[in-house]
């Protein structure tokens, strides 16, 4: 689902432009599920656990890769700083 930003350095920007297109897709589909059950005669408390529990597997799941991205976004922040820092500071031997 995500595979293709998981490397990717993302803005602040971008990363938000990316949470609202992920998010949106998926907020349709779940709302749309909701308003089904709610349309139904009588509530089932089961199938609105269901539709609950894939919200907030999906929510995980979208949590868990922005992690990764933050996570890798600050890895190459610190390995750019750490490079200028090198060039800048001479070795001693």
Known sequence: MFERTTNAVL???????????????????FCRELMELFKEPEFSVMKFEGVVDRIRVYVAEV????F??????????LTDQKLKVAKVVPHET
Not at 11 to 29: A, Q
Request: net charge negative; charged share 25%; proline share 0%.
């Open 11 to 29: 803005s602040g920007e971008d990363l938000g432009s990316f949470l609202e297109s992920i998010l949106r897709g998926e907020e349709e589909n």
């Open 68 to 77: 990764q991205i933050l996570v890798g976004n600050a890895n190459r922040h």
């Open 63 to 66: 949590s868990l890769h922005c």
